[in-house]
């Protein structure tokens, strides 16, 4: 019978949650009491609501601890694990009895996520325990060819995570077929969408996995060399794929007639990405791996056909790569038994925004948004209305409560105009003003546009600064026609998907919300109240107290009134701060 | 053969070329497809948007310089959509393009007078092509200097800065017109061909001129009636003699008249002219009447004696050419216009005690100029301010005794943005007066209604409501078709620029009824301004431009102004003008004819305004010596930074930021200084707008200029030039699409190095020295002083030498001249003195400029052709970034400024030890390409034999301090490359070393193979010429031998015999054997290593000669000075590197009446040589003596060691030295 085990989630949600503290409040408790109990490491399992995570296997089973803060830590170590006793009511998992949040983790599928949090992302053998490298051995060992290998994954449905949706067995055959000797793999993790986190969760969790996927597609299409380019906000991730390269090159895995295919010889470096936004854009990514300034170029010529260096180049994102051990060793029947007629397989999201459990969720394709906000997510905090959800980042777009019942499959999601995109769901309640929202995605869009093509450079920052105006109550009829005219314009006219998909947001809330542009635009109103600048605030005589608090705290003061009498805000004089509103201990100021 | 694509191009079905992009097939089918980030010398960049065209089957519209043919595409280069997106484009772009694209002060002319353009030509002293730039739309410049009302000095920008007082834009027109005037040979516009038409113009006011001047311009006879009996309208009539004199007015009438237009005086239409006889005679009718009423006061009692209208108090004295007499009376002068200051100050004039000025406003709202109401002040008149006439009270015999005023508030401002003054009740009060005028407005009379009408004409002549004649205000035709009206006649009272204005409109309107056009206005020109952006404020302007006073005009000390003497006396000068010049801010810009954006933006209608929104604002970086950067005007099109990347290598720009903050900037450090910038000018080359130009020296204007091509006087590249000049004065050089810069690249030497050809200190007549100074001489003399001298030596004491920088036509009459004329063979040049005979064949089976970059490998050796050939140095890099061409730099420099754009460099002591030790490593391990040796006969066993017996480790050492490994790796590599070019300086290896280097191409078998060989740098432009020309003692012109063809040459030329004898010039120098020295075109003693010994050497000599284009240390010693020409102002042809030949046209007026050639044939002529007179002549003869076999064939040279040293810098040349030196300065 094994020794218990403690396993202490460390990623970079868990880190910041305080699993650092957790984790060494743990250890010196061990060696303090002489604890016998393996003490572990792994990464993030997705339940970043429930942060710092500690799992304890013992001999009854895997119980999985949420929000253990030190005082839990002693909590756990001395009821659990001294007097094995668990502690239940911490439980937010555990195969032995229900608990509130098993439906978070049973309506999941996990492929690419497969081994994130169940194993020391530190550690190779970890990996290979779990069938780790087990894909690769099989080509070599049962002779597998290139062209079988694209097959398969050709045959499984996989599409490219990265929010293209291009088939990757297509892709993989263009860069097969071109014949130059020297080609490129490249790993594309410079997430960079606001709200979304999971190539930095799986680069975390499970570095091999995306390793063996760049090994396997690098004998596949016949390439010699491998770049991951890696945002460099992401120095965990970064740190654990250099171990697990070192560790891959020390086993064989990268190096000379790997897994003993005579010829295969193929190796991988990180490249840091320099923050660029638009550095995900693939032929932006090429460059700054060459050293230049991350700007696109015109395509053709594809990276398939001139790529890094001027060579055949195939650039996959982190998820797509994950997924190709468990594609190879499992076959493609096993990958496409899950999704939609042309949707295959899982796909990984990021929850964030207004919902109870944020986190990481792979989900099988075919799965409605509804089912995934409410099932998986919990829900709106606070029982408040479940308003839209944002898919696809500063790319996509808003998909509507009522087309909550849109299932996740690429043609599902563009027919409403978003798009799947690479996993970011930021889900929004009854108090996100629309046109606040298409205003930060654009603002965000705006400033990482690389400044090359001109509509996206100054077309975006002109719709940037009708959408401004707009939510300061200075919007103009036609303002809504110009909007759209320069949206369909610079989604015509601009070289990369960051200029042709920047005015999404807009557009889709422009379709969806157009009467909350409207009352902001006509009756100079913001119906969530988020905009500031057209809110009124008044004093409810009922409720106020003449305490003088808004009136002192007032910067302009506009809020007259003496103590004890009820105090009168000057609505000429106000700026709109909400000042009063936020210091008032009587909510007796009202926000019209 | 390229494969053939079937395309379909706006419907039409034609091939396409597999690889080529939509806008190069475009192109080649003369479809036009604007675009504004494209150059065909870099790679597609795709960033602007404006080229986008529609592609059936594509999503979203593709950039066609990007987009690359594809099999069966359907592409649509201009519909509804592509049209409504390059729009877009472009809006959006200006929309962020803080700039002007003309001055403030022109666009507030109403003439639109391009006050920039001439005051940059004043600058320069060229007030002939000042007026020209004045009156391609204003005809009166000196009337109009003298009594402009000058909105443009309102607008002028300066008045932000030197206390608000604005460039004396209306002085320096009148100086320019004053001067032009006064030149004997004043300005006379060019005219189209008569067209036959006829237009009556009825008045001679400013208006009827200024339409007899635009119609006489387009080819049209313009006659004009006028009802007066001299010409010039008010101005003549109303404005007296002290501000406007009738002569200088009547200059301005008799220039208009020159151009051919009549004018009949003493005809009033209506009265004894009529318009149904007009029309019999005349096709089209411009009336200019005026408005030529004067208007009283309106006041109770204004009919009482000595009430006048101001106007025809003024006309009235003209018209009778008598002074009033006020001597003794008191004048009340009302109103606040300029009529009420002339009346004030004439009142003055004419004696009386007092003149009051009663004005119901206050002295700020009057309309009259500041600077009249300044002298009338000095004049002594009283203003009564908030005043304004009640009534006018008369004695008992009707005559005026005084007026009743009111004093008056300002209340609440008018339509005219004016306070409206308001009577303050029970403010009367008396002024006693004798005399009032009322200069309060005229009206126009138009009383010849009837007399048109009534001629049954079609359409209707007719009046508005003011009384003013009626006309469309967009193109002044008026209810009949072929009558076209302007000036005050239409406006009622206006100012005289309006009336130019509005006469330019008019006939711009019948010149089109007159051509059969549809009468429509002129298209308005596309114009950014900085005012639409945003208010422009003091702030802005202060410490960015050095403060200096306006030049003030003088005038009569107000004690001499009893008469009608003019007031104001104009600039003292030349001098005084151009300093005013100086406080131009140039807000226009200085691209303005030159600027893509600019065109595009009109072809579209784009709007500044239509996506306004926040925009950038930069200071402009002056920094760098000769480069401006300007991002308020950058459109982000990457052009600069990628031609300094990919063409020039220097990587100095890059983009800095991201989305709408992106600029562009140095790569590294603060300055392009701190750069790698080369100062080539290759970004101001691509620059589409003017966010790249040039650091101008001057005021560039903009001027239209003439653009006229010549070849680069510089290096021996040969690079084709197109140099902008305004009669002679170069504004700016560009690249032309030249034989050999096929791809109008140039260097910082064609680009910045064109100041001479404007400097005014040349030498232009022959001097002869008079103890310290010069005597002017005429050619002729010259000639015969030069003549004597030869003939008064021996033969063999005379010495001629010829500059590389003369036409081969010039350098063949010098050396005809000492063969022919002194009978010496002593013709030669400093050039290339005592430096061996090895670069004879230089030249000869050169690479061709676009073959490197087809090589693989390309080795240079001596370093600086980044700076002195940089133009071929474009075209290794570019061969870098397109072909991976691999560069190698053997050099015994320390740093070669090649080292961020080589993949290797060989580090060495000595030239010519490396190359020997190169070959005797080839040869002794046989590494040399047999199959060439063997078909080629080139003399190989005997050259082998010779180098195996020398000692590897002896050369190899001398080669110094590079490691073996190097030496060998080059060796080795040039053995195996497939393709490699060996490009080398002749001003760094020795003629010696240089045949080692060909014999290192011939073993290596690279000569005569495409991208192989070698590619040789010369220090001048016509280098080789030398050499081809015979300036050698030893050869004969076209390289013939001496031995065999001397019979040939003698009979060629006419003459017995050519002399037997060849010495040694270097030592004929050293031993001071020449009693004569003729120098045509060389500055040795400025340019000499060693002066002292050069200066030695023509010392010794009892005569010496030069001929140059500047004084300079060599001509410091001449005893004859003969003016020189620049290869730019004579026919000719230069011989470049390559062994081409490039013949050339005089692109700039010549500036001395005998050039090299004509000089060289007077001298020959007074030596008793007759014969050639023309460049033409030159090349004829040259081509006669033409050897008809071909070139000798090459072949291996054995040489015995190292040769001659280098005994100059700058090719000998004058004119390259002053370009380093003041290149090196600007630096500093």
Redesign the interface.
């Known amino acids: 019978m094994s020794k218990t085990q403690v396993i202490v989630g460390l990623g970079s949600c868990g880190i910041a949650a305080g699993a650092g503290k957790t984790f060494e409040k743990i250890s010196q408790l061990q060696s303090s009491e002489s604890l016998d109990f393996e003490l572990k490491k792994t990464s993030c399992v997705g339940m970043c609501y429930n942060e710092p995570l500690v799992e304890v296997i013992d001999e009854s089973g895997s119980y999985l601890y949420g929000g253990v803060d030190e005082e839990r830590a002693i909590q756990i170590i001395d009821k659990h694990i001294v007097n094995h006793e668990p502690v239940r009511e911490l439980v937010v998992r555990s195969d032995l009895f229900e608990t509130a949040d098993k439906e978070f983790l049973d309506t999941q599928v996990k492929i690419a996520l497969r081994n994130c949090g169940f194993i020391d992302p530190e550690s190779i053998e970890e990996y290979e325990a779990r069938q780790g490298y087990l894909s690769l051995k099989q080509i070599g060992g049962e002779g597998i060819s290139q062209e079988e290998v694209i097959r398969t994954v050709l045959d499984s449905g996989l599409r490219g995570r990265g929010g293209g949706g291009f088939p990757t067995g297509m892709k993989w055959r263009f860069a097969f077929k071109n014949p130059s000797p020297e080609k490129y793999i490249i790993c594309n993790a410079d997430e960079g969408d606001p709200g979304a986190f999971m190539d930095r969760s799986l680069l975390e969790g499970d570095p091999h996995s995306v390793i063996e996927g760049m090994i396997i597609g690098a004998y596949a299409i016949g390439a010699t060399s491998g770049v991951i380019y890696c945002r460099a906000e992401y120095p965990l991730a970064i740190k654990r794929l250099e171990i697990a390269i070192d560790q891959a090159r020390e086993k064989g895995y990268l190096g000379k007639n790997i897994a003993g295919i005579q010829g295969f010889h193929f190796d991988m470096y990180i490249k840091e990405g320099a923050g660029?936004f638009?550095c995900g854009e693939e032929t932006a990514l090429i460059a700054s791996v060459e050293g230049e300034?991350g700007?696109p170029?015109?395509r053709?010529p594809f990276p398939a056909e001139s790529g890094l260096w001027g060579k055949p180049t195939n650039i996959n994102n982190v998820e797509t790569w994950a997924n190709i051990p468990w594609i190879i060793q499992h076959g493609a029947e096993a990958y496409a038994q899950y999704g939609t007629e042309k949707s295959k397989g899982t796909k990984v999201f990021a929850l964030a925004g207004k919902i109870k459990r944020s986190g990481l969720v792979e989900v099988p394709m075919g799965i409605t948004i509804r089912d995934i906000i409410f099932k998986l997510g919990g829900g709106i905090p606070q029982n408040k209305k479940f308003k839209a959800v944002q898919l696809g980042g500063p790319s996509g777009g808003c998909i509507p409560e009522y087309l909550a019942d849109t299932i996740v499959d690429y043609d599902s999601v563009n027919a409403t105009g978003a798009i799947m995109g690479s996993g970011g769901m930021v889900v929004m309640d009854e108090t996100t003003c629309m046109v606040d929202v298409a205003r930060f995605f654009l603002d965000f869009t705006?400033?990482?546009?690389?400044?090359?093509?001109?509509?996206c450079?100054?077309?975006?920052?002109?719709m940037l600064?009708i959408l401004t105006r707009i939510t300061e109550g200075e919007g103009q009829e036609g303002d809504l026609e110009l909007l759209q005219d320069?949206s369909e314009?610079i989604?015509?006219?601009?070289?990369c998907g960051l200029g042709?998909t920047a005015p999404n947001p807009v557009l889709t809330t422009i379709r969806y919300f157009r009467d909350e542009y409207e009352a902001h635009i006509r009756d100079k109103k913001c119906p969530a109240k988020v905009c500031k600048a057209l809110l009124t605030y008044t004093i409810d005589p009922e409720k106020c107290t003449g305490c003088t608090v808004c009136a002192k705290k007032c910067p302009v003061d506009c809020i007259s009134g003496e103590r004890k009498q009820i105090h009168l805000i000057d609505q000429e004089a106000c700026i709109r701060c909400g000042e009063c509103y936020s210091r008032c201990r009587f909510e007796a100021i009202l926000i019209q | 053969m390229t494969e053939q694509l079937n395309i379909i191009l706006n419907g039409k079905a034609i091939k396409g070329k597999a690889g080529e992009s939509i806008l190069e097939l475009s192109r080649r089918f003369n479809v036009d497809i604007p675009t504004l980030c494209y150059d065909p010398r870099l790679d597609p960049y795709s960033s602007c948007f404006v080229c986008v065209v529609e592609v059936e089957g594509m999503r979203g519209l593709q950039p066609a310089c990007s987009t690359r043919l594809a099999e069966g595409m359907k592409i649509w280069t201009e519909n509804e959509r592509v049209r409504k997106s390059r729009k877009s484009a472009i809006d959006l772009m200006v929309s962020n393009h803080y700039a002007d694209c003309v001055a403030p002060c022109q666009q507030s002319c109403p003439a639109g007078v391009d006050v920039q353009g001439y005051i940059s030509l004043i600058e320069k002293g060229m007030y002939k092509e000042a007026v020209e730039v004045i009156k391609e739309t204003n005809p009166l410049p000196a009337v109009c200097g003298r009594v402009c009302v000058r909105p443009c000095e309102l607008a002028c920008r300066r008045k932000l800065l030197d206390e608000g007082a604005p460039v004396g834009i209306d002085y320096l027109k009148r100086f320019a017109a004053d001067m032009d005037l006064a030149s004997g040979d004043p300005y006379m516009p060019r005219m189209e061909a008569p067209t036959g038409k006829k237009v009556a113009i009825i008045g001679a006011g400013p208006g009827g001129l200024s339409a007899a001047f635009f119609l006489q311009k387009k080819g049209h006879q313009a006659d004009i009636y006028e009802a007066a009996p001299a010409a010039g309208g008010w101005l003549r009539y109303g404005i007296p003699e002290y501000r406007l004199p009738n002569d200088v007015l009547q200059q301005e009438v008799d220039a208009i008249t020159r151009m051919g237009a009549n004018i009949y005086y003493n005809k009033k239409l209506g009265e004894n002219l009529h318009y149904a006889d007009l029309r019999k005679e005349y096709d089209a009718l411009v009336l200019a009447i005026g408005s030529q009423k004067g208007t009283l006061l309106g006041a109770e009692g204004e009919e009482a004696e000595g009430v006048y209208s101001g106007i025809d108090f003024l006309k009235e004295m003209e018209v009778s050419g008598e002074r009033k007499d006020f001597r003794g009376k008191k004048v009340a002068v009302v109103g606040g216009g300029n009529t009420a200051m002339d009346c004030c100050r004439t009142s003055v004039r004419c004696g009386a005690d007092k003149v009051y000025v009663i004005y119901r406003r206050t002295e700020k709202e009057m309309p009259a100029n500041p600077i009249e109401i300044h002298e009338s002040k000095l004049e002594g008149i009283e203003y009564l301010f908030l005043t304004n006439p009640k009534k006018v009270n008369a004695d008992e015999n009707g005559r005026v005794k005084s007026v009743t005023c009111l004093k008056m508030e300002l209340g609440a401002p008018d339509a005219s943005g004016r306070r409206r003054p308001v009577p303050m009740e029970g403010s009367d009060f008396d002024i006693e007066v004798d005399i009032i005028l009322a200069a309060i407005g005229q009206k126009t009379v138009a009383d010849f209604l009837e007399d048109v009408n009534g001629s049954g004409v079609e359409g209707e002549l007719k009046v508005n409501r003011w009384g003013d004649l009626d006309a469309d205000s967009k193109t002044l035709q008026t209810g009949v078709a072929s009558i076209f009206a302007a000036g005050d006649g239409v406006t009622g009272p206006a100012t005289l620029i309006e009336a130019i204005g509005q006469a330019k409109l008019a006939s711009h309107s019948c010149h089109l009824y007159l051509s059969g056009m549809e009468v429509k206005p002129p298209k308005a020109p596309f114009i950014i301004s900085r005012d639409r952006f945003k208010e422009q404020k003091p702030d802005a302007y202060q410490g960015q431009f050095v403060p200096q006073e306006r030049e003030e005009m003088p005038t009569l000390p107000a004690g001499e102004r009893m008469n009608f003497k003019e007031v104001e006396l104009g600039y003292a000068g030349e001098e005084v003008a151009k300093h005013e010049t100086h406080r131009c801010l140039e807000c226009g810009c200085s691209e303005y004819f030159e600027c893509d954006l600019k065109r595009v933006a009109e072809a579209y209608e784009a709007e500044q305004t239509r996506y306004g929104g926040e925009f950038k604002e930069y200071q402009v970086d002056f920094r760098h010596p000769y480069i401006e950067i300007d991002n308020n005007k950058c459109i982000l099109c990457g052009r600069c930074i990628r031609i300094c990347k990919e063409v020039v290598g220097a990587n100095a720009l890059g983009f800095i930021n991201r989305g709408f903050e992106t600029y562009v900037a140095p790569a590294m450090g603060e300055s392009l200084r701190d750069t790698h910038c080369e100062s080539c000018g290759m970004c101001i080359s691509t620059c589409p707008t003017a966010a790249i130009t040039e650091n101008f020296l001057f005021k560039p204007g903009p001027v239209k200029t003439d653009k006229d091509k010549t070849i680069c006087h510089y290096c021996s590249v040969g690079c084709e030039l197109e140099l902008n000049h305004k009669n002679g004065f170069v504004m700016r050089v560009k690249g032309s699409n030249g034989l050999i810069n096929k791809n109008t690249n140039i260097c910082r030497y064609g680009k910045f190095g064109y100041q001479p050809y404007n400097q005014k200190d040349r030498i232009t007549q022959p001097l002869l020295r008079d103890g310290d100074k010069w005597k002017e001489i005429s050619f002729e003399e010259a000639f015969g002083i030069i003549a004597d001298k030869v003939k008064a030596v021996k033969a063999d004491e005379n010495a001629f030498f010829a500059g590389a920088r003369l036409t081969n036509e010039e350098q063949y009459m010098v050396q005809k001249l000492a063969r022919a004329g002194a009978r010496t063979n002593n013709a030669g040049s400093f050039h290339y003195l005592g430096r061996g005979e090895g670069y004879s064949q230089s030249s000869q089976q050169n690479v061709p400029l676009e073959a490197l970059g087809k090589a693989d490998q390309i080795w240079i050796m001596g370093t600086r052709i980044q700076d002195e050939h940089a133009v071929v140095g474009f075209e290794i890099q570019n061969a870098r970034v397109k072909r991976g061409t691999r560069l190698g730099v053997i050099s015994t420099e320390g740093i070669t400024g090649l080292e961020h754009k080589s993949e290797d460099i060989v580090r060495i002591n000595d030239y010519y030890h490396f190359l020997k030790a190169v070959n005797h490593y080839i040869l002794s391990n046989g590494l040399e390409n047999r199959m060439w040796l063997d078909s080629n006969e080139a003399g190989f066993e005997a050259y082998r034999d010779q180098l195996l017996e020398e000692d590897f480790d002896d050369h190899f050492e001398r080669a110094g301090s590079c490691c073996v490994d190097h030496l060998l790796g080059f060796a080795r590599d040039i053995s195996k490359a497939e393709s490699a070019v060996l490009v080398f300086s002749e001003k760094e290896l020795t003629a010696n070393a240089v045949i080692e280097l060909h014999n290192l191409a011939m073993i290596t078998g690279r000569l005569g193979k495409t991208a192989n060989g070698i590619f040789a740098l010369k220090e001048k432009n016509n280098s080789h010429g030398l050499h081809d020309m015979g300036l050698d003692p030893l050869l004969l012109p076209a390289g013939l031998s001496f031995r065999e063809h001397k019979g040939f040459v003698a009979k060629t030329w006419g003459i017995d015999a050519l002399p037997e004898k060849s010495s040694n010039l270097l030592s004929g120098l050293n031993d001071g054997i020449f009693r004569n020295i003729f120098i045509f075109g060389e500055d040795p003693v400025g340019c000499a290593i060693h002066k002292d010994e050069v200066q030695a050497w023509l010392e010794k000599a009892d005569f010496l000669m030069v001929q140059d284009i500047f004084h300079n240390e060599t001509t410091a010693l001449a005893d004859l000075i003969l003016p020189a020409s620049f290869g730019a102002e004579v026919e000719g042809s230069f011989t470049n590197a390559q062994r081409v030949i490039q013949q050339f046209s005089p692109a700039l007026p010549p500036k001395i009446i005998f050039d090299g050639v004509a000089q060289l044939a007077g001298i020959l002529k007074a030596l008793g040589v007759n014969g050639i007179t023309s460049p033409e002549e030159a090349r004829e003869e040259i081509f006669r003596l033409l050897p008809q076999q071909g070139t000798a064939k090459a072949s291996l040279k054995p040489t015995p060691g190292d040769d001659g040293t280098r005994l100059f810098d700058y090719g000998c040349d004058d004119l390259t030295r002053r370009f380093e030196m003041a290149f090196r300065e600007a630096f500093a």
């Open positions: 660029a638009v300034r700007m170029r015109k053709p705006q400033k990482e546009s690389c400044g090359k093509c001109t509509f450079r100054i077309g975006t920052k002109r600064e320069l314009q989604k015509d006219n601009s070289l042709q």
